[in-house]
């Protein structure tokens, strides 16, 4: 069973950037989408970013498209997400997800992945 483990995360200042790292252990993330979520104090959980199974298509979310970008790097078996002019809207616990059976539709879904990170915090200061 695959499992998943973030790190990276910190306190930064507005207009910094900041990437955090999602491992995998226990199994390759071939053949897996890729998905980072984040969830600020009281709030749902967002969708962030996602990387489709092939890792040929990768989708947003509207309030992070232009500044963040998520990336693979099949060797290391880690997923990155690169998030730059960072606001302090951008504060929150991130998390990374990994899923087999995730279709194109269901890219921005939190339900359609199966497999978890504990979430790393990101925080910026204004």
């Known amino acids: 069973q695959v499992q998943l483990v973030e790190s990276g995360g910190g306190l930064v200042q507005a207009g910094d950037s900041l990437r955090v790292s999602c491992a995998a252990s226990?199994?390759?993330?071939?053949?897996?989408?890729m998905a980072w979520f984040r969830q600020a104090p009281e709030r749902e959980r967002q969708f962030v970013a996602a990387?489709?199974?092939?890792?040929?298509?990768?989708y947003y979310g509207d309030s992070v498209k232009g500044r963040f970008t998520i990336s693979t790097d099949k060797g290391k078996n880690t997923v990155y997400l690169q998030m730059n002019s960072l606001k302090p809207e951008d504060t929150a616990v991130y998390y990374c997800?990994?899923?087999?059976?995730?279709?194109?539709?269901?890219?921005?879904?939190?339900?359609?992945?199966?497999?978890w990170g504990q979430g790393t915090q990101v925080t910026v200061s204004s």
């Open positions: 997800a990994a899923g087999r059976r995730v279709i194109t539709s269901s890219l921005r879904s939190q339900t359609a992945y199966d497999i």
């Open positions: 226990g199994g390759t993330l071939s053949g897996y989408a």
């Open positions: 990387l489709s199974r092939t890792g040929g298509y990768t």
